[in-house]
């Protein structure tokens, strides 16, 4: 293990002092502060001698590390880059307080057996629930202000509501949300899901052309259904657009979530990776969407699901399940699919471009020339930081050449898209 690696989880200031670099940067984005500056000055600063790890997770290459722990009242990732000395050069800092675990919230009201299964990067717990008919289902609060995901699109109930109104009912086939009911808790709802968990993607499982195909095609279908459609509760086409933008990550400073902590730093990665015109239009749309909804919503809106992605798809009995209806968005076939593509390409059987093709084949006349620009450009407002902290900060020789290779990809792109969209 490197020295550096074992002074972070042992809480040696001293040591860890010993295996910088005497002009190692360090970063820290932690609740009430964003600090920058020679690893000398700030490591004395602002850190404070502690006890070892009580959680640790750590990968390491000849470049560098990524490191998860949790220390007394506080969880933090590092990333770490290392010279070819053993030495630290850089080193990154995102902080945030502890949640409660699952099993310290109170269970959800729903008849059966109750044992929490985790959350995802939203911060919302899950349950699955063991019913008196020996039937599973998943169990999710919604509505309790505790995902900041949900607080980036307004907050709210919107599943459940989707849900009540009968909305996800009216979805073509051969998609279905796997929501069964929705349990009115205060003002809150418990959302209670079919468990498909053994019909998820999972992290490794690949999609064939024609598995993708369909995703798209069903995806089509439920974006002719109710192109034009008023439905109510969705959240608006630029707080989606802005999700990981300095909104969320102003409002989110002091909260528990690691990952509106990353974004700025995220973001700065970006910004320093590609040119400088296409760096000033993204930090200007992430400040002001609304030249690029604009354009994207010339002809219209439909019910977009969001966050259409592998790790809420489902492949069960035939049908495709598509989970977690919390980022519904009134919006256009573009926005949802920069975020399939950005997410799923690295698994599907087929190029970018061939992706493209069966995503306009299944669009029909709702997309032209412009809209795929307007999608690419949308892609790199949405999730520029990813693929910014990927190429620049990760560790991971592999990380970085995938966020390389989605650069070079993304970003003339999206160029193609800047005059029309700052011309207006």
């Not at 709210?156 to 808790?185: I, N, W």
């Not at 919503?297 to 966050?307: C, E, F």
């Not at 809209?371 to 902290?389: K, Q």
């Given at each position: ?25 360090l970063e820290l984005s932690v ?16 850190f404070r001698p502690g006890v ?361 792109r999206a160029r193609d898209a ?7």
């Amino acid at each position: 293990m490197h020295p550096a690696l074992e002074a972070l989880r042992d809480g040696d200031l001293d040591a860890l002092a010993a295996a910088y670099l005497s002009r190692a940067e360090l970063e820290l984005s932690v609740p009430r502060e964003r600090v920058r500056g020679p690893a000398a000055e700030v490591l004395p600063e602002h850190f404070r001698p502690g006890v070892e790890a009580e959680q640790w997770s750590a990968r390491e290459w000849p470049e560098g590390a990524a490191v998860t722990l949790q220390r007394g009242a506080w969880r933090q990732r590092h990333y770490l880059h290392f010279s070819s000395a053993e030495r630290v050069a850089a080193h990154w800092v995102y902080a945030a307080g502890v949640v409660p675990e699952p099993g310290e919230i109170a269970p959800p009201p729903v008849i059966g057996d109750a044992r929490p299964v985790g959350g995802g990067n939203s911060g919302a717990a899950l349950w699955r629930v063991l019913q008196p008919d020996g039937s599973l289902v998943v169990v999710k609060q919604v509505g309790a202000e505790s995902d900041w995901v949900s607080r980036a699109v307004g907050g709210g109930t919107r599943s459940a509501d989707l849900f009540r109104t009968g909305v996800l009912g009216r979805l073509p086939e051969p998609l279905d949300s796997g929501v069964l009911d929705a349990v009115a808790d205060g003002s809150t709802y418990w959302l209670v899901m079919r468990d498909v968990s053994e019909a998820l993607l999972g992290d490794e499982r690949r999609l064939s052309r024609e598995e993708s195909r369909g995703v798209l095609e069903a995806a089509a279908a439920m974006h002719d259904r109710f192109w034009g459609e008023r439905v109510p509760s969705l959240a608006a086409c630029g707080d989606r657009l802005v999700i990981a933008g300095p909104g969320t990550w102003e409002r989110e400073r002091d909260g528990h979530d690691l990952l509106p902590k990353q974004a700025p730093v995220a973001w700065d990665a970006f910004f320093d990776a590609v040119d400088d015109d296409v760096a000033e239009a993204v930090r200007g749309l992430l400040a002001e969407p609304s030249p690029l909804v604009e354009r994207l919503t010339r002809r219209g809106t439909t019910l977009i699901h969001g966050d259409l992605r592998d790790d809420n798809l489902a492949f069960a009995d035939g049908r495709i399940v598509l989970l977690d209806w919390d980022l519904a968005t009134a919006a256009t076939p573009a926005d949802e699919f920069a975020w399939y593509l950005l997410h799923d390409a690295w698994r599907i059987d087929a190029t970018r471009e061939e992706i493209v093709a069966d995503w306009r084949a299944a669009e029909g006349d709702r997309v032209d020339d412009e809209d795929e620009a307007l999608m690419a450009l949308a892609g790199v407002v949405l999730y520029g930081w990813i693929l910014g902290h990927s190429a620049v900060i990760h560790p991971d020789p592999a990380e970085r050449e995938w966020g390389q290779e989605e650069l070079a990809w993304w970003v003339p792109r999206a160029r193609d898209a800047l005059s029309v969209v700052i011309a207006g």
